[in-house]
């Protein structure tokens, strides 16, 4: 046994689920219609936004090659030492941190 009011009934149901179905029948068409409503003059612009540009944007040019370096490569002797350099900090860091257990 339910008090009153405690489930939908039926009829209340179908009022529920025919109310559903027209606000999803009535924003399907209106959200289409979106972009030609932020076009109109009055409507979807705020009053500071900046005018929008005359001419669209255009794509990147991803197939432009790079220019070529005018400068050469690093030179095999200052690489060397760079590589030292690295290698040298990392086991000061090894030593400062030592290694993390291995996970079981």
Do not use: N, W
Not at 73 to 88: G, I, R, S
Request: proline residues 10%; hydrophobic residues 45%; glycine residues 10%.
């Amino acid at each position: 046994m339910t008090r009153r009011g405690t489930f939908i009934d039926g009829r209340g149901a179908r009022a529920v689920a025919t109310a559903a179905l027209l606000a999803l029948g009535l924003g399907f068409p209106l959200g289409g219609c979106a972009s030609t409503i932020a076009d109109m003059p009055m409507v979807g612009t705020p009053a500071g936004a900046p005018a929008r540009p005359a001419e669209v944007g255009t794509y990147l040019p991803v197939h432009d090659l790079p220019t070529t370096r005018e400068g050469t490569a690093m030179a095999p002797a200052d690489q060397a030492k760079m590589q030292a350099e690295l290698t040298a900090a990392r086991d000061r860091q090894a030593v400062v941190l030592p290694a993390k257990p291995a996970a079981k």
